[in-house]
């Protein structure tokens, strides 16, 4: 039987990762002692790869597909086929940014006041094309973690990523200027991702899982109306794409469905229940694919 072998990132992006899974439809079920989670699909073969190192790994064929950063990506500059963006990240739907930061107190303003100075970061690829691009020369150093509690001690300013920048801040750090925005990325070796078995179990995957991320925040609403009411209701109802109308069995009443924004609900049902609609119901989506 054909398996897939597939790269899970483990650390910051795992749980997300695995709850992403859940909603797509595959359980994967990781022990503290193994680095090759279970998975309730004969066909997948998973391993627990950092993201950091996914690219490589995947360019080598030691894995046929993975999920990783754009950002590791480009810093490593792995010669694999991307998919497609995941825009989800460790709290939630969104992208990550690159930063370049200082103290808050610091006098520097911008990448121009950083040259002969120390900049500590985990991606030191980045951040010296960064300072290429700006004609800034200066002592980029690899930092193996806790990169926001260098500054001042240790470095005059860092490169690191940051969702919401409160870290940064607790650390009393101004961002200075962003190097680049990121999101997870499925990627596929080439040789893997031209056999035809493999090709449409990546895309299938793919599919899937952009429909599970499509799904986060939104919910469906299904309710009934007089077609007397029909044209209040439907302008009172936000949509993706146009409701479904359906005609039930008595013509003077139809059912509606449709999809929207969770955060919407609230003020969307009393205004279809002032526009004569009933028979309300709000359930949870897993998927949504176009």
Same mark, same amino acid.
């Given at each position: $039987?054909?398996?897939?072998?597939?790269?899970?990132?483990?650390?910051?992006?795992?749980?997300?990762?695995?709850?992403?899974?859940?909603?797509?439809?595959?359980?994967?079920?990781?022990?503290?002692?193994?680095?090759?989670?279970?998975?309730?699909?004969?066909?997948?073969?998973?391993?627990?790869?950092?993201?950091?190192?996914?690219?490589?790994?995947?360019?080598?064929?030691?894995?046929?597909?993975?999920?990783?950063?754009?950002?590791?990506? $480009?810093?490593?500059?792995?010669?694999?086929?991307?998919?497609?963006?995941?825009?989800?990240?460790?709290?939630?739907?969104?992208?990550?940014?690159?930063?370049?930061?200082?103290?808050?107190?610091?006098?520097?303003?911008?990448?121009?006041?950083?040259?002969?100075?120390?900049?500590?970061?985990?991606?030191?690829?980045?951040?010296?094309?960064?300072?290429?691009?700006?004609?800034?020369?200066?002592?980029?150093?690899?930092?193996?973690?806790?990169?926001?509690?260098?500054?001042?001690?240790?470095?005059?300013?860092?490169?690191?990523?940051?969702?919401?920048?409160?870290?940064?801040?607790?650390?009393?750090?101004?961002?200075?200027?962003?190097?680049?925005?990121?999101?997870?990325?499925?990627?596929? #070796?080439?040789?893997?991702?031209?056999?035809?078995?493999?090709?449409?179990?990546?895309?299938?995957?793919? $599919?899937?899982?952009?429909?599970?991320?499509?799904?986060?925040?939104?919910?469906?609403? $299904?309710?009934?109306?007089?077609?007397?009411?029909?044209?209040?209701?439907?302008?009172?109802?936000?949509?993706?794409?146009?409701?479904?109308?359906?005609?039930?069995?008595?013509?003077?009443?139809?059912?509606?469905?449709?999809?929207?924004?969770?955060?919407?609900?609230?003020?969307?049902?009393? /205004?279809? /229940?002032?526009?004569?609609?009933?028979?309300?119901?709000?359930?949870?989506? #897993?998927?949504?694919?176009?």
């Amino acid at each position: $039987m054909s398996r897939l072998k597939l790269g899970i990132p483990k650390g910051s992006l795992q749980d997300s990762t695995v709850d992403l899974f859940a909603k797509a439809g595959w359980r994967i079920s990781i022990s503290s002692r193994s680095y090759f989670p279970g998975i309730d699909d004969p066909e997948i073969e998973c391993m627990l790869v950092r993201a950091q190192e996914m690219p490589r790994y995947v360019e080598s064929g030691a894995l046929d597909a993975g999920l990783t950063g754009k950002d590791w990506i $480009m810093e490593t500059g792995a010669e694999v086929e991307q998919i497609g963006e995941l825009v989800y990240s460790k709290t939630g739907l969104g992208r990550v940014r690159w930063v370049l930061a200082v103290a808050e107190d610091s006098p520097m303003q911008s990448v121009k006041d950083l040259e002969g100075k120390v900049i500590a970061t985990e991606a030191v690829g980045m951040t010296q094309k960064y300072l290429a691009k700006h004609g800034v020369k200066a002592n980029v150093e690899f930092s193996w973690g806790a990169t926001e509690v260098k500054v001042p001690q240790l470095a005059d300013a860092i490169v690191e990523v940051t969702e919401t920048g409160s870290s940064l801040r607790a650390n009393r750090l101004r961002v200075v200027d962003t190097l680049m925005e990121s999101a997870t990325t499925l990627i596929a #070796n080439r040789a893997s991702y031209k056999d035809a078995w493999k090709h449409e179990k990546i895309s299938h995957m793919m $599919m899937l899982l952009d429909g599970a991320i499509k799904a986060y925040n939104r919910v469906g609403l $299904m309710l009934n109306v007089r077609r007397a009411d029909l044209d209040s209701v439907l302008k009172a109802l936000p949509s993706l794409r146009n409701p479904t109308v359906a005609q039930l069995s008595d013509p003077e009443w139809v059912a509606i469905n449709t999809i929207i924004e969770e955060k919407t609900v609230r003020e969307i049902i009393p /205004k279809l /229940k002032a526009a004569r609609a009933e028979g309300i119901v709000e359930y949870p989506l #897993n998927k949504v694919v176009y």
